[in-house]
């Protein structure tokens, strides 16, 4: 390995991946990931392709289109207006139409269970 290591500014002169810029290196690396993944069965070397490409797509993506923080209130507030819901229409998860409104208002805090 140390060989192929030698000299790296060869290897991205080759055509080794490198950092995406813009969405249309984007499209490439995204196409070449999906080609490698529906491989039944990937040899080691298209194992680590698969690996190198999905760590450089992913870079880009956080980078160009971060997901910005939000709290579980206005999440469901959002997919409930997206969705057409009402407070009813959550009943089943929540158990009650109290807990549904005190969630909503902040003053209940979600459990899994």
Same mark, same amino acid.
């Given at each position: 390995?140390?060989?192929?290591?030698?000299?790296?500014a =060869?290897? /991205?002169?080759? *055509?080794?991946?490198?950092? /995406?810029?813009?969405?249309a =290196?984007?499209?490439v690396?995204?196409n070449?990931? #999906?080609?490698?993944?529906?491989?039944?069965?990937?040899?080691?070397?298209?194992?680590?392709? /698969?690996?190198?490409?999905t760590?450089?797509?992913? @870079?880009?993506?956080?980078?160009?289109?971060? /997901?910005?923080?939000?709290?579980?209130?206005?999440?469901? @507030?959002?997919?409930?207006?997206?969705?057409?819901?009402?407070?009813?229409?959550?009943?089943?998860? #929540? *158990?009650?139409?109290?807990?549904?409104?005190? #969630?909503?208002? *902040?003053? @209940?805090?979600?459990?899994? *269970?």
């Open positions: 390995m140390s060989t192929v290591l030698a000299n790296p =060869e290897m /991205i002169a080759q *055509g080794a991946p490198r950092l /995406i810029h813009d969405d =290196e984007l499209e690396y995204t070449a990931l #999906f080609h490698l993944t529906a491989l039944d069965n990937p040899s080691p070397s298209e194992a680590e392709a /698969i690996e190198l490409l760590l450089l797509v992913e @870079r880009y993506e956080q980078a160009q289109y971060p /997901i910005p923080a939000a709290n579980p209130v206005s999440v469901l @507030r959002f997919l409930m207006e997206r969705q057409g819901l009402t407070q009813r229409n959550l009943l089943p998860q #929540f *158990g009650s139409e109290s807990a549904v409104s005190m #969630f909503l208002s *902040g003053q @209940r805090k979600l459990t899994l *269970g």
